[in-house]
């Protein structure tokens, strides 16, 4: 019979594909004998079947009532128990993180009796407000808010929210609790989540785990709070505690953006005690998990609560300099530090910033408009959009957009992802909109006070300037600094840990890199890439540079072996093979001494064997592994049987695919690249040779 829900107590990390990340993190660290509350996790593959039958079967809901009373005796509180009631929240837990993608119902297990008995009158309706607010959200799709009035009892509230909705919300615990998983479940399925998935690559079939949890509330007194913290920077890697910390709230005020909190730093001036407390957990778990963490907190009347880590997202400059300084703090191998940071990354750490003279100057002639909180590094200038539907538009039309809103929402996704920049004037690091721009690396600016929307929302007022949809602005997410008008950009500057980060990559490397240069400036920015050997482009032939003299000029274009005999009998020479006669009828007898190399055009040998005419342009992405790789592989065997030390450069868009590297180094060959993906090209290649590698950390 299928097991369908876990204790945390039953769980592990190792289980994160059944539990997803919350609830398989949740169980860690209840082994690890952190403050967590208790909780039982109802796994992925409940979530597939109830998607697939439209029903939670007798089966699991025989098992969640199972494990339920096993919560409420752990708890020492049960459901609708007038003196020690139990409240739940009821979470998503998928597999891949998807931050704010799915629902969440807090403070579930509320009705006007128990609330009413139990707690004082501004946290009864404080509390209920949110449940309603939520549970009428996400069980029954609507997205009216839930308005509360002086004086408003809390049997009141509930009725007024019935009468305008026109639906009954069910006031026994129970009833809650199934409506409320299976809301979960549906969420999987929602069109903000399915576009985030398309987005990320994630698979559509995992489904969501569910954390049904006991609450503890940050909100009960002013001696609680809630908080989100990372281990490290996220922004810059330095190795400091950052988050944000809010006294008299729960989560959601800190994810939602609605409040800003204050810096995590400054409890360690209102409360040393509890930052030290932090600090301890934050490094053994970074020292359990050997990566930065991502940690979600609670204090509850003074007492501390964990209710979640799981690894951090992080900018590129981040990611860089945290693998290395893992490596260097002994936590982590070179190799693992390898596979820590992506080819897409290191493309990242040189895009494009503001020009620091020209921002400069726009800062002396007062175009500078404030000052929020940097949330994910980068530059973006563009036109402002206040609705993430217009920003799809406008994108759309080809202008970059700046999403400008009090706050985002998993209802923002699309907006998000068509924008270059984000500004919210509320919020703080860990608000929603702060986390998906990092998941995104999109430039982003947050709790951005400056800024004052009018009620419609169709303009915002700073200082004493208006801005409409489609009027310019710059937003600087590093410094957090808000620019009236467009702003230039400048040239991005590799960071000092990369260079280390690569250098572990070239032990990876079996064969050379070679860069494709026709200029002095492409030769400067290969070498300052970390090549040194050079290859002027087959179609080249700007060949007077000083810096090129000694750069490769392969023989273009020989149609046959004779012509070979010819070409080298005037001396050591580089021989094109760009042609199929030649590919296939190339023989080892042929090449003598002063032959110094081969150079296979990729490009040309596919657009030749297609029957392609000499004028079209077929931009070929990956390698043919039907018709062109065999024929290549033939002719390396051959010329490898008797010169297995010969140069050979695989030249060509294509070959820079996973294909292309395994053909490299299963040869011996050498791979010609464009200088602007060298960085890129020698983590890329390592991360396939350690793939390969049957234990590559």
């Not at 509360?148 to 019935?162: A, N, R």
């Not at 982590?332 to 020209?358: C, H, M």
């Not at 726009?362 to 175009?367: E, G, K, L, S, V």
């Not at 868009?653 to 010609?672: D, F, P, R, T």
Request: aromatic share 6%.
């Amino acid at each position: 019979m299928t097991k369908y829900v876990y204790a945390i107590q039953e769980g592990s990390a190792k289980m994160n594909d059944l539990l997803g990340g919350k609830g398989a993190h949740l169980s860690e660290m209840a082994a690890m004998n952190l403050p967590v509350p208790p909780a039982f996790v109802i796994t992925t593959e409940a979530c597939r079947e109830y998607l697939l039958t439209g029903h939670l079967s007798d089966h699991l809901w025989n098992q969640i009532l199972e494990h339920l009373n096993a919560l409420e005796q752990d708890s020492k509180c049960s459901f609708e128990n007038l003196e020690h009631p139990l409240i739940v929240s009821v979470r998503s837990s998928g597999p891949i993180s998807m931050p704010g993608m799915m629902d969440t119902i807090l403070n579930l297990g509320l009705n006007p009796t128990i609330a009413q008995v139990m707690y004082q009158q501004e946290l009864s309706i404080d509390l209920t407000s949110r449940f309603l607010e939520m549970f009428i959200h996400s069980v029954h799709g609507l997205k009216q808010g839930v308005h509360i009035q002086s004086g408003m009892t809390v049997l009141q509230l509930w009725e007024e929210t019935e009468r305008k909705i026109g639906l009954h919300i069910p006031r026994t615990p129970i009833d809650q609790l199934k409506m409320a998983i299976e809301a979960v479940f549906r969420s999987w399925g929602s069109r903000r989540a399915r576009t985030y998935r398309k987005h990320r690559n994630i698979p559509e079939d995992l489904g969501t785990a569910v954390v049904v949890q006991k609450m503890v509330f940050g909100n009960r007194d002013q001696h609680s709070g809630t908080g989100v913290f990372f281990s490290r920077n996220p922004l810059s890697g330095e190795r400091e505690l950052y988050g944000d910390y809010l006294i008299g709230a729960q989560g959601e005020d800190i994810v939602s953006g609605q409040s800003t909190p204050a810096p995590l730093s400054s409890l360690a001036l209102t409360d040393l005690s509890l930052y030290e407390n932090l600090k301890n957990i934050s490094n053994r778990l970074e020292k359990h998990y050997r990566d930065i963490q991502d940690i979600e907190f609670t204090v509850e009347s003074g007492n501390l609560y964990i209710l979640q880590t799981r690894t951090a997202k992080r900018t590129a400059e981040a990611a860089v300099k945290i693998a290395v300084d893992m490596v260097q703090e002994g936590i982590i191998s070179p190799n693992e530090a390898l596979l820590r940071v992506t080819p897409n990354q290191v493309l990242q750490l040189y895009a494009p910033k503001f020009d620091g003279d020209k921002k400069e100057k726009a800062i002396t002639d007062a175009r500078l408009l404030g000052i929020g909180t940097p949330a994910c590094p980068g530059s973006a200038t563009g036109v402002i959009v206040f609705d993430s539907e217009r920003g799809v538009t406008l994108s759309e039309e080809g202008k970059n957009v700046i999403l400008v809103r009090p706050e985002t929402s998993p209802h923002d996704i699309d907006g998000m992802l068509s924008a270059v920049g984000l500004l919210t004037t509320q919020g703080g690091s860990a608000s929603h909109a702060a986390v998906v721009a990092r998941e995104l690396d999109k430039p982003c600016v947050v709790g951005f006070q400056e800024g004052v929307f009018s009620d419609d929302l169709k303009s915002i007022t700073i200082g004493e300037q208006v801005f409409y949809e489609g009027d310019t602005i710059s937003v600087d997410g590093t410094t957090g600094e808000v620019i009236r008008g467009e702003l230039p950009f400048a040239i991005s500057h590799q960071i000092q840990q990369l260079e280390q980060l690569l250098s572990w990559a070239d032990e990876q490397i079996k064969g050379n890199l070679y860069a494709i240069t026709a200029t002095d400036e492409q030769v400067r920015i290969s070498k300052n890439s970390g090549v040194e050997r050079f290859i002027i482009p087959l179609q080249s032939h700007h060949d007077h540079s000083q810096h090129l003299k000694e750069a490769i000029k392969p023989v273009q274009r020989i149609a046959y072996e004779e012509e070979i005999w010819k070409t080298l009998e005037n001396g050591p020479t580089w021989i094109s093979v760009d042609t199929p006669r030649l590919l296939l009828t190339l023989q080892e007898a042929v090449l003598n001494e002063n032959c110094s190399g081969l150079v296979y055009d990729l490009h040309r040998l596919k657009f030749l064997l297609d029957g392609c005419a000499e004028d079209d342009f077929i931009p070929y992405e990956t390698l043919d592994e039907e018709g062109l790789v065999p024929l290549l592989s033939e002719s390396f065997k051959r010329i490898r049987s008797l010169h297995p030390d010969l140069p050979i450069i695989l030249y060509g868009e294509s070959v820079l695919s996973q294909k292309g590297y395994e053909l490299a180094n299963q040869y011996h060959l050498s791979i010609a690249a464009p200088p602007n993906r060298i960085q890129e090209i020698r983590l890329e290649w390592a991360h396939i040779n350690l793939a390969n590698q049957e234990q590559p950390v």
